[in-house]
């Protein structure tokens, strides 16, 4: 009974206590259950909430679990972890509701050579790195309740490079992390084609009572891991670029595939092939490395990086006087 009590503001009738315990075969009076939370309550930080019906326990916000069983190093350590690097992906009322077992895990570690390790590790982005956008609270709070209680979103969505929004009913189906931006995985209307908002351009967004559909044989995990991983992809190639030897040497330690080669040449580069999907992601990680590498194959990658460096070059000519007079000083 005390494990189905939740945390202030939260709160569960007896009615519903009586019906889990009923789940999970306990059969007792509704009478017992209210007899048994006032004894509870005398020794545990129980309270009840009898200013409106109905009426609700439980615990209260600073409650210590002290109680329950000591976590071992690896559970703190665990624990410590997932807030230190996974708040993005924690809602704020579940960040709360977790603070208690957070601070149980500090206690757990505090004469253990392991309280720091969540300071002494981090995980660091390999490009550039980017500060979050802002997301109103009401908006991500509500797009996980919603997830969490397979519910319907109405909400206001603007658009990437629109100005004006428009409302929206939104089944959702997950949250994806993509660098520091976070997106609600869905579907929208009564259509079935899985979409990715940005939480960041979601406004005035309110749960309905209706229950979101998911889509036949979706698994967000498959998703995430085959779909959502590419960035506008156009297909499969097979992948033949050359090179600086400074540029890939990582590359022999982190291959960009499985089946990739790797080949020196007498002119000192080294010519990487893989097979791999040909999409935004790659284009730019191409791109990052300017004059160090080139593009043998395919063609029409080869073409687009010939291209898009033609641009870039003749963005940086000279313009005026006044850019020879800088060239000459430097």
């Known amino acids: 009974m005390l494990q189905a009590i939740p945390r202030s503001p939260l709160k569960i009738t007896t009615r519903e206590l009586e019906s889990r315990l009923l789940d999970d075969g306990f059969e007792v009076s509704r009478r017992t259950i209210e007899r048994d939370l006032q004894t509870l309550s005398m020794r545990f930080p129980l309270q009840l909430d009898d200013r409106s019906r109905p009426f609700g326990w439980s615990w209260t916000k600073d409650a210590s679990f002290e109680f329950m069983p000591k976590l071992t190093a690896s559970q703190a350590v665990a624990l410590l972890l997932a807030r230190t690097h996974l708040k993005n992906l924690l809602p704020d009322a579940l960040q709360k509701e977790l603070q208690p077992a957070f601070e149980t895990a500090e206690r757990a570690l505090s004469s253990s050579g ?58 959702p189906l997950g949250l994806l992390a993509r660098g520091p931006v976070l997106y609600l995985v869905c579907t929208l209307f009564d259509y079935e084609d899985v979409r ?87 284009r730019w990680w191409l791109m990052s490395f300017g004059s160090q590498v080139e593009v043998m194959e ?33």
């Open 196 to 282: 990715q908002l940005a939480l960041h351009r979601i406004s005035n967004s309110v749960e309905t009572g209706e229950p979101a559909r998911l889509p036949k044989d979706f698994d967000f995990r498959r998703y995430a891991s085959e779909v959502a991983s590419r960035l506008l992809p156009k297909g499969p190639i097979h992948l033949v670029a050359r090179f600086d030897g400074p540029a890939a040497e990582h590359l022999g330690e982190t291959p960009i595939s499985g089946n990739q080669t790797w080949q020196e040449l007498p002119d000192g580069r080294i010519e990487i092939a893989a097979s791999m999907e040909d999409d935004e992601t790659l």
């Open 114 to 171: 392991w309280r720091n390790w969540h300071r002494q590790t981090a995980v660091l982005p390999t490009g550039l790195s980017l500060l979050p956008p802002r997301i109103p609270s009401s908006v991500l709070s509500c797009a996980s309740s919603a997830l969490a209680r397979n519910r319907v979103i109405r909400a206001d969505y603007r658009a990437k490079g629109s100005r004006n929004s428009r409302e929206m009913l939104i089944h």
């Open 298 to 330: 395919p063609v029409t990658l080869r073409a687009w990086m010939r291209d898009e460096i033609t641009i870039s070059s003749n963005r940086y000519k000279p313009s005026d006087e006044s850019d020879r007079a800088g060239e000459a000083e430097q």
